[in-house]
């Protein structure tokens, strides 16, 4: 069925470091895809998204690129901050018609150290 | 525009009560979807409305449900509260649900 895998975290990083966190689809038809970031006491935000193949969504320093071939949207930030520290979701959603779903991965917990 | 409300935002309850909680969508936003949020399972997806229909339902018990309002409005309900389902509870709006969806900051539930 369809699925949304991500690296399991927690990811550690130092102020400044490139950040790397990886995702990976199965999907039947042609998902959109989606970051969200869930800051500490609060509900998730989109951070951006893709909706065709070879599209990069970009946000606050932040991109992902939809690649079909390896079915991935692997999110990369060049230098991250101590505000960055946040859990991140990879999701997609494939339009179906009445049966439309969006599927969430299980989250990525970044932590940034000053 | 106002963002996505839920109340109440904090709820402790007892085994065996029950408990509704309600959504506010993006005025405009015929979609509502539920998530519940707890640290082992990660967010899973309860249920969908659109235009005051279920269209998508996740795998939970039939002991959570959920309506929607004319208005868009949408409140879920959990019957005979077990230790388990303790957790954040998630509303998203959305034009419907395979477009970004816009989430509330949750209700976070704690069942004693």
């Known amino acids: 069925g369809d699925s949304v895998t991500q690296m399991e975290g927690p990811v550690t990083l130092s102020e400044e470091a490139f950040l790397t966190i990886n995702c990976t689809y199965t999907?039947?038809?042609?998902?959109?895809l989606f970051w969200y970031v869930q800051y500490p006491g609060e509900g998730l935000q989109l951070l951006l998204k893709?909706?065709?193949?070879?599209d990069k969504g970009s946000n606050k320093g932040f991109e992902a690129t939809y690649r079909k071939e390896t079915t991935s949207f692997h999110l990369e930030k060049g230098s991250v901050q101590v505000s960055d520290s946040a859990v991140y979701f990879c999701?997609?959603?494939?339009?179906?018609?009445?049966?439309?779903?969006?599927?969430f991965g299980k989250g990525t917990r970044l932590h940034i150290l000053p | 525009k106002a963002g996505v409300t839920q109340t109440p935002r904090y709820l402790i309850k007892t085994r065996g009560q029950q408990v509704t909680l309600s959504c506010s969508p993006i005025?405009?936003?015929?979609?509502v979807s539920w998530y519940q949020q707890t640290p082992g399972q990660g967010l899973q997806f309860l249920f969908e409305?659109?235009?005051?229909?279920?269209?998508n339902k996740g795998n939970f018990p039939g002991r959570f449900s959920g309506r929607q309002f004319s208005n868009s409005r949408s409140e879920m309900n959990v019957s005979t509260l077990e230790l388990g389902d303790s957790a954040l509870y998630l509303c998203?709006?959305?034009?419907?649900?395979?477009?970004?969806?816009?989430f509330g900051p949750g209700t976070r539930l704690t069942v004693t």
């Open positions: 409305y659109f235009s005051e229909t279920q269209r």
């Open positions: 998203a709006s959305s034009r419907g649900i395979s477009y970004e969806q816009y």
């Open positions: 999907a039947t038809g042609y998902p959109s």
């Open positions: 893709a909706t065709k193949a070879d």
């Open positions: 005025s405009g936003h015929r979609s």
């Open positions: 999701a997609l959603s494939l339009p179906m018609n009445r049966d439309d779903k969006i599927i």
